[in-house]
């Protein structure tokens, strides 16, 4: 990585604007210099936290030679515009999630990003989970067979969503598939090894208000099945989420929305159980996620119980294994009391992840291809909802909207 100090400015200080800085803040090689919002009181604060000059929108930071990434944190209608600017003014983005509200328009960022040779991230937390990692190795390495089936329960609050947020608003926030999903679509991408192809959906309104109840269901190139379920009706204390990944012998159960702890229960044979047995000596190698500083407390806990299924072949969907042995395996980050910390770490590793492409020139982790797909099931899932038909994801230029 170059040592040159990459120069960060902001554009939309509010809740998660903040929230970011924050969390980037002291990373070796980054300087935040500029923060700018359109109101100017919210972002006088945040400047003064960070020792950053105060700027009223995306040209003032421009106009700056100190800035050579922008981070965008305001309401997602505005994410295609700003970037779009920043990556034409020479800059990388860092650009929060949805990518933009259509897919057409991510496809513009991801053009304009092309053209520049400037690097592109989006703030897809869960790519940059160390669990969810743990879990993609798993499977890399053969210990655990790619899901046919995800699902993903999400309770979510909103009790900080007051009627007027907006986020209720789809002209700004493009609906809860979008605002929301996206983490999730690509997380499912990302897990399932496979691009999603079809998706119907259906949406619930509460009565005399807004949309709060989403469900999708996708189906991915590998004939494997994702269910996803948002809805926005809890208080913060009655939050809960649940993730849950068929892998056909063996099943993970994830909570949290920000994973935190993993059960996986599978069958095995006798070499299985060997390198099931040897995990915990491996979490730290398992669990690596570059720029996420780790606790201390995460945990790889591994039980296997020889012989419980007996020894005659066991079969699912046509597939015949002797997998007489049970595992049951725990990947716990320091459970929900570890959430705070492993968001923040997660969004210190996504931009971590940026900067290593503004230096290498590297793809990121979660760059434009992922902020495309995911914005193209989540807007087909929205018409989906609309027109109570099946629709084809449109990622890729030329697909069917
Ligand atoms: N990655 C994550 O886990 C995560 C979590 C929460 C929010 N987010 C995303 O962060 C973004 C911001 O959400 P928030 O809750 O902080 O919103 P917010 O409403 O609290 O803040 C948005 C800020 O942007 C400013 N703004 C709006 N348009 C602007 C413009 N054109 N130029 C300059 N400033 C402008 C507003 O004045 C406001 O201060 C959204 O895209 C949201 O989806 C991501």
Redesign the pocket.
């Known amino acids: 990585m170059s040592s040159a100090p990459l120069g960060a400015g902001l554009?939309?200080?509010?809740?998660?604007?903040a929230y970011v800085l924050d969390a980037v803040a002291g990373l070796p090689g980054l300087g935040i210099r500029a923060v700018?919002?359109?109101?100017t009181h919210?972002a006088a604060p945040l400047g003064a936290r960070h020792g950053a000059a105060v700027c009223d929108?995306?040209d003032a930071l421009l106009a700056r030679a100190d800035v050579d990434v922008v981070v965008i944190?305001?309401?997602?209608h505005?994410?295609a515009d700003?970037a779009v600017r920043a990556l034409r003014g020479g800059r990388h983005v860092f650009c929060?999630?949805?990518l933009a509200l259509t897919a057409e328009d991510a496809r513009r960022v991801g053009d304009e990003a092309r053209r520049s040779g400037k690097a592109l991230a989006v703030?897809h937390?869960l790519r940059h989970n160390p669990l969810l990692r743990a879990l993609e190795r798993l499977m890399a390495e053969g210990l655990l067979e790619r899901p046919r089936r995800f699902l993903f329960e999400n309770d979510a609050a909103d009790e900080d969503l007051g009627p007027d947020h907006?986020f209720w608003d789809p002209a700004r926030s493009g609906g809860i598939f979008v605002?929301h999903g996206v983490?999730f679509f690509d997380a499912a991408e990302a897990l399932l090894g496979a691009a999603p192809a079809t998706v119907r959906a259906t949406a619930v309104r509460r009565r005399g208000g807004p949309v709060d109840m989403v469900v999708a269901d996708v189906v991915h190139e590998s004939g494997a099945l994702a269910t996803h379920l948002h809805s926005f009706t809890h208080a913060h204390r009655a939050e809960r989420q649940l993730m849950r990944l068929d892998h056909g012998f063996a099943e993970s159960v994830i909570t949290g929305w920000i994973p935190t702890r993993a059960t996986v229960t599978a069958w095995t044979d006798d070499d299985g159980a060997a390198r099931w047995e040897r995990l915990p000596l491996r979490a730290a190698e398992l669990l690596d996620v570059a720029g996420f500083e780790p606790s201390g407390d995460e945990r790889v806990t591994v039980r296997v119980e020889r012989g419980a299924g007996g020894s005659a072949p066991a079969s699912g969907r046509g597939v015949s294994r002797t997998v007489p042995h049970r595992v049951e395996a725990v990947v716990d980050l320091g459970g929900e009391a570890a959430k705070a910390r492993v968001y923040t770490q997660s969004v210190r590793a996504a931009f971590a992840d940026l900067m290593h492409s503004a230096a290498t020139g590297s793809a990121p982790v979660a760059g434009a291809a992922a902020g495309i797909s995911s914005v193209a099931v989540a807007e087909a899932a929205a018409r989906a909802a609309t027109s109570g038909t099946e629709r084809h994801v449109a990622a890729r230029q030329g697909g069917t909207p």
């Open positions: 554009v939309g200080c509010g809740a998660f604007g700018a919002d359109a109101d919210r929108g995306l944190a305001t309401p997602p505005t994410h700003l929060e999630k949805p703030d937390v907006w605002e983490h």
